[in-house]
């Protein structure tokens, strides 16, 4: 199976490391034999070579000096190729879309991943953009042309969030979808229940890179918003807007609201919701206070969790990462085994 990378940050690199360090357990047990041939990121340069890039060269030349350009020269070695080239015009046969993340356009990403379509070609992405905002129609384009699209790092990181959805529990009608999408939040709410104020959990969660500088995606709930479009349009099979999430963040927690959760026997989640209605679907993220006896309310620090509320099995609740550079990097490798799978099934 040969791979372009398309952005080589985290998790791309993430990926690789996974395919060097386990290489020869995946070919052994699952006969998937994968090799990048090409690797594209506006930041970091670009490499291909038709027969397939040195893992460990590829990452010694990123961890060096940032770029993929000091990778040695070949016979056969292409330099230069932009992100469109790499997809429509090397060889490879799935294309790892791995850019940053925008919820506004979901470019450009989407652009790459409609190519890659148009180009024959599948595609594996951990990009929350296109999925959130373009589901529908990218899933068409990949049906239409008989493409497969893994998207599972896209809710819970490596955690099976959507195939727990959408596969394992085929057969239930899922009523409601309740979840910690956000680790960052959790994990401040969690600080703050022992006895932290949400500006000392939110410096801690800086600190240890849980945060970003400019925290407003995590705390004022628009990344677990994304984590709702996709789950809405996967799951639900009814896509819906940003406009039509009820959205409330954290910041405006205070102690006083943690003890009085306390004495209620309850604790503070920001949750991520969607329920069946007559109408549709009704989206809401906001901090909810959580019964300690419930499985949610026991998700501690940066850990992920969401329940499904079926009619044959009641409530199904999956712990897991819901970050992290092995963990995404897994789920892309999850979606590659799913490809094989797959394709040995025809």
């Known amino acids: ?100 993340t925008d919820l506004e356009s979901g470019e450009p990403a989407a652009t790459h991943i409609r190519t890659a379509f148009q180009s024959g070609k599948h595609v594996v992405t951990s990009n929350k953009g296109p999925v959130a905002l373009a589901y529908k129609e990218l899933r068409a384009l990949a049906d239409a042309n008989g493409l ?37 939040t959790n994990f401040i709410l969690t600080r703050m229940e022992n006895g932290a104020t949400y500006g000392e959990a939110l410096t801690e969660a800086q600190q240890l890179g849980y945060a970003e500088a400019d925290p407003t995606a995590d705390v004022e709930g628009y990344d677990a918003l994304g984590k709702l479009l996709i789950l809405a349009a996967v799951v639900f099979d009814h896509p819906i807007s940003a406009r039509q999430v009820s959205r409330q963040g954290i910041t405006h927690l205070c102690p006083e609201d943690i003890r009085r959760a306390r004495e209620q026997g309850k604790r503070w989640k920001l949750i991520a919701q969607l329920q069946r209605s007559d109408d549709g679907v009704l989206a809401t993220v906001a901090p909810q206070m ?23 099995l009641g409530e199904v609740t999956i712990v897991g990462p819901g970050a992290g550079r092995r963990e995404t990097g897994f789920a892309l490798l999850s979606d590659l085994l799913e490809i094989r ?4 099934n025809n």
């Open 148 to 184: 497969k699209w893994g998207i599972e790092g896209t809710v819970m990181s490596g955690t099976p969030a959507l195939r727990l959805g959408t596969t394992a529990l085929a057969g239930c009608t899922i009523r409601e979808v309740r979840g910690i999408l956000n680790g960052t």
């Open 290 to 312: 959580i019964e300690l006896s419930h499985p949610l309310a026991g998700v501690s620090g940066a850990t992920n969790a969401i329940t499904y509320v079926t009619d044959l």
């Open 341 to 344: 799978r797959s394709g040995r």
């Open 1 to 100: 199976m040969r791979l372009a990378i398309i952005g080589f940050g985290t998790v791309g690199q993430g990926l690789v490391e996974i395919l060097r360090d386990k290489g020869e357990d995946l070919r052994r047990q699952y006969a998937l034999d994968a090799r990048v041939v090409a690797v594209c990121d506006t930041a970091r340069g670009s490499v291909y070579h038709h027969e397939g890039l040195s893992l460990e060269q590829l990452l010694e030349a990123v961890q060096r000096s940032g770029s993929v350009d000091g990778y040695p020269n070949v016979t056969g070695l292409v330099r230069g190729l932009d992100s469109l080239s790499t997809i429509r015009e090397t060889n490879a046969e799935v294309i790892v879309e791995t850019t940053w």
